[in-house]
Structures are given as C-alpha cells and as structure tokens.
C-alpha cells in the first residue's frame, strides 16, 4: 500500500507564497497521474490541479495562474508552489492520484494552509 505524506503548509498573509511536497513510497508514484486536492472547512474536497507521469499539467480555473503543479519522479515527489494566496485558499491540502489515474491510494493527513492577515 503506496502512503503518502503531505508538508510545507503554514500560516501565510495575503499575498505570500507557500510550496507544498508529497513523498509517496514504493515505485508506483512514476506511472501515475498524482493531483494536489484541498478541502475547506464545510466544503468538500475539491481538486487543485493534476500533472501526468510525463509531466502534463491541468489546473482549475481558480488556481490558474497562480499555482504550479511538478513532480520529480526519481524522488516520488509531488510538489505544489502556491503565489498570490487569498484566504479563499485556506484549506487542508491533500495528494493523491488524479486525472486518467482513478484508483485512489489511502490518503494522508493533509497539511493545512492557512492565509490570514
């Protein structure tokens, strides 16, 4: 079973930036479409963006922009950088397996983003 771990959320004022990494284990990570997801408080989970084993990238439309979405295969890494933060983007940010990739793997515990004056 691939875990996956979230890290790099914090607080951050309006405007600022944050980068979010997600370690996956195993060798699976390589062959996969993986998607940065995030859930609001009282809203439900909604995907951010998602990039293909290859490298192609898709993102909402709010986040376009804005976010950039990469991955280093050789490390099983995903990784997130976020500018131009609103408090809108306030949320636990989740990693999982996204676009032409259904099946998803246990998810992790998130790591929260907080965008706050």
């Known amino acids: 079973q691939v875990q996956l771990v979230e890290s790099g959320g914090g607080l951050v004022q309006p405007g600022g930036s944050l980068r979010l990494s997600c370690a996956a284990s195993?060798?699976?990570?390589?062959?996969?479409?993986m998607g940065w997801y995030r859930q609001a408080p009282g809203k439900q989970r909604e995907l951010v963006a998602h990039?293909?084993?290859?490298?192609?990238?898709n993102y909402a439309d709010s986040m376009k922009g804005r976010f950039t979405i990469s991955r280093d295969n050789a490390k099983s890494t995903m990784y997130l950088q976020m500018n131009s933060l609103n408090p809108e983007d306030t949320a636990v940010y989740y990693c999982?397996?996204?676009?032409?990739?259904?099946?998803?793997?246990?998810w992790g515990q998130g790591t929260q983003v907080t965008v706050s004056s």
């Open positions: 999982n397996t996204g676009g032409a990739t259904t099946t998803r793997w246990a």
């Open positions: 195993g060798s699976a990570f390589r062959f996969v479409t």
């Open positions: 990039i293909t084993s290859g490298g192609s990238t």
